[in-house]
């Protein structure tokens, strides 16, 4: 094994400087767009967060969703959606891509993570 290698590097260590963040929450740390793995407790927490792998997230139920297509996290409304338009402070776009379908109504949709592709404003 290289002498310089660290890790798989399916995860970063975040530091917390804003509000309390719950197990399963989107997570946005620069252009990346994570999931926190635990609790990390609020202002100094410091907790993992994966940046790949699928997870079931928030969207907006108003959208109909196909499986491949590419979905930005609207910070405001904390859903993801199937496009912003005009991204605001905090969205971060083309951060995952749907593998399940979400009809209308529905709240739910399961995305994969996509490290290294997002843009956050």
């Given amino acids: 094994m290289a ?12 530091a ?5 963040i719950s197990s399963g929450a989107v997570v946005i740390v620069g ?8 609790d990390i407790a609020a ?32 910070a405001s409304a904390s859903e993801f959606v199937d496009a912003i338009g005009s991204a605001a402070s905090g969205d971060n776009e083309n951060g995952v891509v749907a593998v399940s379908a979400a009809g209308a109504g529905v709240t739910l949709v399961r995305v994969k993570l996509l490290p290294g592709n997002g843009s956050t404003t």
Avoid at 16 to 20: F, Q
Avoid at 43 to 65: K, L, R, W
């Fill in 3 to 14: 002498t310089n290698y660290k890790g798989v590097g399916n995860t970063i260590q975040y």
């Fill in 16 to 20: 917390n400087t804003g509000s309390a």
């Fill in 31 to 38: 252009d990346l767009v994570g999931i926190a793995e635990t």
């Fill in 43 to 74: 202002t100094t927490g410091v907790g993992t967060v994966n940046i790949e792998g699928e997870y079931e997230v928030a969207c907006n139920s108003a959208d109909v969703i196909s499986v491949g297509q590419v979905l930005d996290w609207d």
